[in-house]
């Protein structure tokens, strides 16, 4: 089975500050990894993926993951934030069989501080 | 290519009664997934469609919920006898096979039960 788990429901920055948000996996089989973001009344957008290959991944709008199966972890990093950046994000894992039906972690909301 | 949308975008319904929600995928994407996201929240699997097959369904899918893809395009989720725990955004997402896996989401349908 598949879980996710994001440590930090909120997360608060100052602009231009680093963002890391982070995201612990659990996968009985190697997993395909993804990060989404949620702006208010809206769907989800992908950010990013990893499937197989390099673990270090980038994405949309200046944001990067890396893979780390030792640590079973995919957190989400941003040099700089921008207040743009601001909204909900979702780490979701799927086994890549079957339905490959996304198992996601509860959020973390991203505050960026003017 | 416009995109997953829903429709409507938001229901206000009494308990008990029942509501209907419509998702049109990205064309010639065969592959349809139904998630609910409650407040405070990730989305949480539903059911999904390979065509037109219903090929999976979640313990969150109760008898009260039906869904459908008769032709392999568009899909409905109809919820009858309504509670107000099924307050939620109902989230519908697309892929095409032999895509990396990410899934498109639509906007969602917020529905709130009275």
């Known amino acids: 089975a598949q879980s996710v788990t994001q440590l930090g429901s909120h997360v608060s920055v100052s602009e231009g500050a680093l963002v890391l948000l982070r995201c612990n996996y659990s996968?009985?089989?190697?997993?395909?990894l993804f990060w989404y973001v949620q702006y208010p009344n809206q769907g989800l957008q992908l950010l990013l993926k990893?499937?197989?290959?390099?673990?270090l991944v980038k994405g949309i709008n200046g944001f990067e993951a890396e893979f780390k199966k030792s640590e079973t972890s995919f957190h989400l990093t941003k040099p700089s934030a921008h207040m743009s950046d601001a909204a909900e994000y979702f780490c979701?894992?799927?086994?890549?069989?079957?339905?490959?039906?996304?198992?996601f972690g509860t959020g973390t909301r991203l505050t960026v501080i003017p | 290519d416009t995109g997953v949308s829903q429709d409507p975008r938001h229901k206000i319904t009494k308990r008990g009664q029942n509501v209907t929600f419509r998702c049109d995928p990205i064309?010639?994407?065969?592959?349809l997934y139904w998630y609910r996201q409650t407040l405070g929240q990730g989305p949480e699997f539903l059911t999904y469609?390979?065509?037109?097959?219903?090929?999976?369904k979640s313990r969150l899918l109760s008898d009260r919920f039906s869904a459908e893809r008769p032709k392999g395009s568009f899909s409905t989720l109809e919820i009858q006898r309504t509670e107000q725990g099924d307050s939620a955004m109902y989230l519908c997402?697309?892929?095409?096979?032999?895509?990396?896996?990410?899934?498109?989401f639509g906007p969602g349908t917020r529905l709130t039960v009275t």
């Open positions: 064309s010639e994407h065969n592959r």
């Open positions: 990893y499937t197989t290959g390099a673990t």
């Open positions: 996968s009985s089989v190697p997993p395909y």
């Open positions: 469609f390979q065509n037109e097959a219903q090929l999976e």
């Open positions: 997402a697309s892929r095409i096979d032999g895509s990396s896996y990410e899934q498109y």
């Open positions: 979701a894992v799927s086994d890549g069989g079957g339905a490959n039906n996304l198992f």
